[in-house]
């Protein structure tokens, strides 16, 4: 079973246009972010919850809307696709109280935008 | 949050030992010094974390130094497979995750036969 996991693994869409990525981790965790990764490998995060609750929000332009309907799930939902926007996006999840600094990350997700 | 600085990138051949060293000169009293690894396509995993002086497992050891200004992750006898970009970051202790963890951009590691 993947720990986590995101959906669609690839993503090609127009600028303008509005779209999701899916996120579920079945680890048990109660944190879960996300993180852009940019061309030059810059990895960056971009939001975090911990038990469905908002607690990082990195300067994220309003465009950019994470929804957690419950603790093992954190989407991400992208309106008005810009060119900038390309890259991948990868989801994560930790256990508060345990290792510290571990996250388990996901595939990613590679949005292209045209 | 303490940031860190290492190399863009690092070249080395098969069955050579590989240290790659990260500066964190803001690191605090309570911050863990963790790695990740990350293929390409793949999100990154986590390999090795410690505290203070050396830590070692299956993967690689840890080096730090007793000021924890910088560390030295070291890959024994480097593989083909171990062509990745390495990731080094300081977690704030206590178990606690919730902090911002600052990735950067890695070392890009090359393993040539």
């Known amino acids: 079973d993947t720990a986590v996991s995101q959906t669609p693994k690839y993503l090609v869409t127009q600028m303008g246009n509005d779209k999701s990525i899916k996120c579920e981790q079945n680890l048990g965790h109660d944190t879960m972010y996300w993180y852009k990764q940019d061309s030059k490998k810059f990895l960056k995060i971009m939001f975090s919850?911990?038990?469905?609750?908002?607690?990082i929000n990195e300067t994220v332009p309003n465009r950019f809307s994470p929804k957690s309907p419950d603790k093992a799930h954190l989407n991400l939902h992208i309106n008005s696709l810009e060119l900038g926007d390309s890259a991948v996006y990868f989801c994560?999840?930790?256990?508060?109280?345990?290792?510290?600094?571990?996250?388990?990350f996901g595939e990613g997700s590679r949005l292209t935008v045209l | 949050l303490a940031k860190t600085t290492q190399p863009i990138s690092m070249d080395s051949y098969e069955g050579q030992e590989v240290n790659i060293t990260c500066s964190h000169n803001?690191?605090?009293?309570?911050?863990?010094i963790t790695w990740y690894q990350q293929f390409p396509s793949q999100g990154p995993r986590f390999i090795i974390q410690?505290?203070?002086t050396k830590v070692t497992n299956e993967v690689a050891s840890l080096f730090i130094p007793a000021d924890r200004k910088s560390s030295t992750l070291s890959l024994p006898r480097v593989s083909l497979s171990d062509t990745a970009v390495y990731y080094c970051l300081v977690a704030p202790g206590g178990g606690s995750t919730l902090g911002r963890l600052y990735f950067g951009r890695g070392t890009q590691l090359t393993v040539w036969p």
């Open positions: 803001n690191i605090a009293t309570n911050d863990y």
């Open positions: 410690g505290y203070k």
């Open positions: 994560a999840s930790s256990q508060e109280g345990v290792r510290t600094g571990e996250l388990f």
């Open positions: 919850y911990n038990n469905k609750e908002l607690i």
